[in-house]
Each structure stands twice: as C-alpha cells, then as structure tokens.
C-alpha cells in the first residue's frame, strides 16, 4: 500500500499560482502512477493530470492545459501540480491518487486504488 498526504492548497486571487504537493510513504514511489483530481461543491469528482512511473508521459484535462504542470520526484517519493494563470472555476478539492498499473483510463477515478485526504484551492474573482 502507498499513503497519500497532499499540500499546498489555499486562498489566491484569479490570475494567482498555488503548487500543491503530493507526498507518498509506504512501497516504492515509482510503482505507482500518480494523478491528480479535483472536486467542486455538488459536482463529480474529475481528472486534472496523470504522469507516468518514470515520469516520461504526462496527461492533461483540456481545462488545465497550459496552465497546470504535473511533475514528480520519486527520489523524494513526491508528486506535485503546479497551477498558473487559475481561474474561480478552478475553485475544488485537489486529491492526488495513485494506481500500480494499468486498469483502464488514467483519466477515470476508477484507476486509481490509492487516495489522499485532499486540499482545498479555493480562486476568488
């Protein structure tokens, strides 16, 4: 098993930047993909980014593209999503969530085994 402790999340106005951090105990990092999602008040959990075990692939949400940067230090067991240029809508509960191998796609929740507690963004106008 893996635990999923995330950080960094706060109150920054529209326009701002926040990097939110994933940090991992338990097995060995680099077994897992890592991915990050988000939750607004009444609405479904959603995908955000994945990156891969070695950190070579990397996907994006149409949404975040060009503005979120996911990356990942498997010597430090961290994961992190940089946010720039954020936007009210962006405004949710940030988890990052972790899968060993392949189950389907990694844009669906359903991939994930592992999940962090999360963090809140919160983006005022």
């Known amino acids: 098993q893996v635990q999923l402790v995330e950080s960094g999340g706060g109150l920054v106005q529209a326009g701002g930047s926040l990097r939110l951090s994933c940090a991992a105990s338990?097995?060995?990092?680099?077994?897992?993909?890592i991915g990050w999602f988000r939750q607004a008040p009444g609405k479904e959990r959603e995908f955000v980014a994945h990156?891969?075990?070695?950190?070579?692939?990397?996907s994006y949400a149409d949404a975040v593209k060009g503005r979120f940067t996911i990356s990942r230090d498997n010597a430090k067991n961290t994961a992190s999503l940089q946010m720039n240029s954020l936007k009210p809508e962006d405004t949710a509960v940030y988890y990052c969530?972790?899968?060993?191998?392949?189950?389907?796609?990694?844009?669906?929740?359903?991939?994930?085994?592992?999940w962090g507690q999360g963090t809140q963004v919160t983006v005022s106008s």
């Open positions: 969530a972790a899968s060993p191998g392949p189950k389907g796609s990694w844009r669906d929740v359903r991939s994930y085994e592992y």
């Open positions: 338990g097995r060995t990092f680099s077994d897992y993909v």
């Open positions: 990156i891969s075990w070695s950190g070579s692939r990397t």
